[in-house]
């Protein structure tokens, strides 16, 4: 492609001195624009090589007067913002001089520094450790994770590295009360409450005999060592259910209990702990006045997949049956760790050990494990929550897609 040329200054001028229309000449010159040609017919009549312009303008004139009125109108606007800004710089003038004046009007400020006690008492505060949604004996290998014996001893003992890590950090600032532990159910996984179950889970055999040894030596044992009072409340969850659905005894004939009573059993040598047994699918408790109930939370279904929503509805209902309001519904089962406070009610959905799988999925729930721990203090039931994630020193999940080669 030929570049374009540039019509000299001279041939123009020759073009315009030989009475030539500037719509003919761009035919054969389109580079040239009206404006140039404009500023030329002009010095031309300025050094007086063309007579002044007589006649009267024509339809091929027209180009020309459309681009000199549109420069015209642009300068014009022009004009008129620089004006406009103009007026805004001596407003700004006028305002910053007043601004000034005030100011220098205003007494010298004077802020006293705070005087921080070099020593102050710590804080009193406990510690509510909701183990729920174990699955000691879930064995899982789907593409969104694996799950079994050795993965779980893996994570308690994380666990128990991590809470004995932050524990000394808190004793630093606080004094630590004691520590409520709540085994919150689905301790085990049970192998009889869906079908192929006995493919996905651990016998029993294993999971009340190296579970409850793993949890009381790896995990309350570190524990008890850095706080001195701990109380343990137990509760059934539908995992740990013998036979279907209401077919025996909702607590006294559940395995998560079994598993609560062995740990026990594992623990009576250690000072400290107090165990209280119970025959209730819920535990109520109290720490500076604050009321806690704890349930597992098979009682709600997730309602617009949204567990903690479900949940709130839940408190509402259950504190109408008992005619007694508490401050904060602890729960799990559905896997999905959240917080949510309503008003002054606080509502705490724990998350599981055994993280995402492939039935949770199905049902866009779940996530990574993870484990809570709540302190609480003399101030409010829930001044912060830790959350762990139990599996950061594992491979991440991956999930590759497909590549698809289209155009063959």
Known sequence: MESLQITAKSTIEAAILEGMLWDDFRKDHPDVKARRWKDLTYYLRKDGKLPPAVRTKTIKDLPIVIEDEREKSELKQAKALINKLKSALVEMADVSGMLKEGIEKLPQLEVPQPKLPVSHPKLRASLILPLYDLHIGHVTNGPLGTFGKDTFISRCNTLAEDLVREIRTLSKTRQIDRLVIIFGGDLIEGRTIYAGQMKESTPLQYQLTVGPEVIARNLIYPLAKEIGDIDIF???????????????????????????????????????????????????FSLYGYSYFAVHGDGFKSWGASPATSAMRYKDKIQ?????????????????????????????????????????????????????????????????????????????????????????
């Not at 004939?253 to 699918?281: A, Q, Y």
């Not at 309503?342 to 199905?362: E, Q, R, V």
């Open 234 to 284: 137990c509760l059934p969850g539908n995992h740990g259910r013998i036979g279907d659905r209401n077919e025996f005894e909702k607590v006294a004939d559940n395995l998560d209990m079994v598993f609560c009573h062995i740990v026990k059993l594992r623990c009576e040598h250690l000072p400290g702990i107090t165990w209280h047994d119970s025959d209730n699918w819920f535990s109520c």
């Open 320 to 408: 109408d049956v008992i005619n007694n309001r508490f401050d904060v519904l602890l729960a799990g089962h559905h896997h999905t760790p959240s917080d949510v406070s309503k008003g002054f009610s606080k509502i705490c959905m724990m998350g599981n050990w055994s993280g995402t799988s492939d039935y949770a999925a199905g049902m866009a729930l779940g996530g990574p494990p993870s484990q809570k721990l709540i302190l609480a203090d003399e101030t409010a039931p829930m001044l912060a929550v830790y959350e762990f994630m139990l599996a950061r020193k594992e491979a991440p999940i991956k999930v590759e897609p497909i590549e698809i080669i289209t155009g063959r």
